[in-house]
């Protein structure tokens, strides 16, 4: 009964807060959830005439094709490469990002670079598939132009030579996240406490000493933490 009138009283307490919290889980109902009801389409022998629940369960015949293909193999080794390149290029470029956003005196010109830095982010990635598109096109797109202009070479295909693609892949998903995780770094770095530099300063450390004694270990706790979050997300599949 304390329990329950304690819990009573804390919904009254925050009920407006609670009121506040309601259009977030109506989206993520909505946009995580729900959808997940199509998961059965892996147990189903699916076809477009009967419909989801129309078609014939398979059981577990349609894992078992899979794990028994060559296909197998390079997804899950292609998946784990990528994320491993993604995680540490990633983390070396936006802390990278975050010393430097924090040399950065002037109030204005850091927070436009802040803004700027976590705009990609923001994008769509069916936009970021146009962008990288309108650079790589193989007739019309930027880089071959510039290509043949200024160098007289051929005309590259892009997208038609898989052995880009790794190179394509790896600078598109920097481009894209290392904004947001230099933002998170940068928050991080100035919640300390000057007075460590203050002191450094006056013990004759340079910047390079100031960034590898005091600011790197003491953001450590938050890169663990978003490296562990970046490999716990390794094998989500997301539209991206």
Known sequence: MRRLSHLRKSLKKYKWLLL????GIVYLFINNYIPMYGVILAFKNYNYVDGIWGSEWAGLDNFKFLFNSQDAYIITRNTFLYNFVFIVLNLVLSVLVALLINEIKDKVISRFYQSTFLLPNIISMVVVAYLVYSFLNADSGLVNRLLIKWFGAEAISWYGEPKYWPYILVIVNAWKNVGYLSIIYFASIIGIDKEYY???????ANKWKQMTRITIPLILPVIITMT?????????????
Do not use: K, N, V, Y
Request: charged fraction near 15%; hydrophobic fraction near 50%; proline fraction near 4%.
């Open 20 to 23: 506040m919290t309601l259009p």
């Open 198 to 204: 203050e002191a450094a300063t006056i013990d004759g």
């Open 228 to 240: 562990l979050l970046a490999i716990s997300g390794i094998l989500r599949s997301d539209f991206g």
